[in-house]
């Protein structure tokens, strides 16, 4: 019982971070991998599936989740190729199964993944992080976001912005223009509908993440923002296979989520299957950073939400989340090995307490 600790790792050729460095994390399981070079709507070959487990499990780490496969727009939209690519993700779940993953973390986000304004805010403490500023980000336009992330990410391509997705942004943009919220929640209940049934026969469970930030951007909807939604989302299938992974920094970024209170309902309900927690400092609605995992350094309190999976018996994989760039690390924004690596430890340390004052 309690939280798998794993740590998110980019898969074969795409991570400075060895995983001898991760096995060395106190209480790590296991990494969340990827093949960060397939395209949404592309089978995943079963070789490169295979090799890359034995590259994780030859490090003594196991590979039971996988963040993401991506979901493909035409999906999204409702688009007239959306069985074929359904087709497609379903042999990926199969293969994935094979070998032995539980878990598979996606997002239902149009055409863009998590945004910010900021990949390298500084703070006070000389470190830096990923920033958000709402106005700045409705005022630019969305070709010259996508430009600016790539060169300051120091030649790290960053989850959801890969370029070949986003070349073709303009067109994408004219696709979305009719379609509102109740269509995509439609869309995202035939997706389920057809692949669920898939995850059950294998024991595979879909967990899909937050949109980061919980509402809408440039006029594209955004679905999956807070306790009602989730709760809309969870029954167009009910199952265990249709499941969510629980990003605090993502639905905790609108203050009006209530962060342990929403752990709470849907861990109880056995539907959180892999959570990534971390914190954020809001300033305002619509203006945050990211901070380290302390709850004294951010706006979430993060012994209350260790305590709220705790309480619920929760049983899952977790992972820490983005931390800030420290002790003058060159890596992917957000995914440094040390910050995250004191945010592990920090959270072990809430878990144990908890439960041996639980026990006294
Ligand atoms: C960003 C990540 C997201 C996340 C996807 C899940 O750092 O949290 O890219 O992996 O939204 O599909």
């Known amino acids: 019982m309690g939280m798998h600790m794993t740590f998110r790792w ?17 209480g790590i ?4 991998a990827t093949l960060m ?11 490169e599936i295979q090799a890359m487990k034995k590259q994780v499990e030859d490090a003594g780490l196991r590979m039971e989740v996988i963040e993401s496969v991506n979901v493909h727009e035409d999906i999204k939209l409702g688009g007239g190729r959306r069985d074929e690519y359904i087709e497609n993700y379903i042999t990926t779940i199969r293969r994935l199964a094979k070998a032995g993953v539980k878990v598979i973390c996606y997002n239902f986000m149009p055409v863009f993944d998590w945004i910010r304004s900021d990949l390298a805010k500084p703070l006070a403490d000389g470190s830096t992080v990923l920033a958000y500023d709402g106005d700045r980000i409705e005022a630019a336009d969305p070709l010259r976001l996508v430009e600016s992330f790539a060169k300051e ?16 942004l303009t067109s994408l943009f004219d696709q979305y223009r009719h379609l509102d919220a109740d269509m995509l929640f439609d869309n995202l209940g035939y997706f389920l509908r057809a692949i669920v049934p898939v995850c059950e026969e294998t024991g595979v469970r879909m967990a899909i993440h937050p949109d980061d930030p919980p509402w809408p951007i440039y006029g594209l909807p955004r679905i999956v923002t807070g306790e009602k939604n989730l709760e809309r989302l969870l029954a167009l299938v009910d199952s265990p296979a249709n499941s969510l992974t629980l990003c605090t920094g993502s639905l905790g970024s609108n203050p009006d989520n209530d962060m342990p209170a929403i752990l709470r309902k849907f861990s109880g ?55 800030r760039m420290i002790w003058d690390e060159n890596g992917r924004p957000g995914y440094g090995l040390y910050d995250r690596a004191l945010g592990i430890a920090y959270l072990n340390g809430l878990w144990e307490a908890i439960e041996k004052a639980d026990r006294n």
């Open 10 to 26: 980019y898969g074969p050729g795409h991570d400075n971070i060895p995983l001898s460095h991760i096995r060395q994390i106190p």
């Open 29 to 32: 399981t296991g990494v969340v």
């Open 269 to 323: 309900m056995g539907r959180i299957a892999f959570a990534h927690i971390r914190n954020i400092k809001i300033e305002r609605k619509g203006l945050f950073h990211e901070s380290s995992h302390l709850s004294s350094d951010g706006s979430l309190d993060m012994y209350e939400v260790v305590k709220a999976l705790y309480d619920t018996g929760f049983d899952g994989y977790v992972r820490p989340d983005h931390g």
């Open 37 to 47: 070079d397939k395209q949404a709507g592309e089978v995943w070959p079963e070789d």
């Open 153 to 168: 990410s120091g030649g790290f391509s960053l989850p959801g912005w890969e370029p070949e997705r986003l070349k073709e």
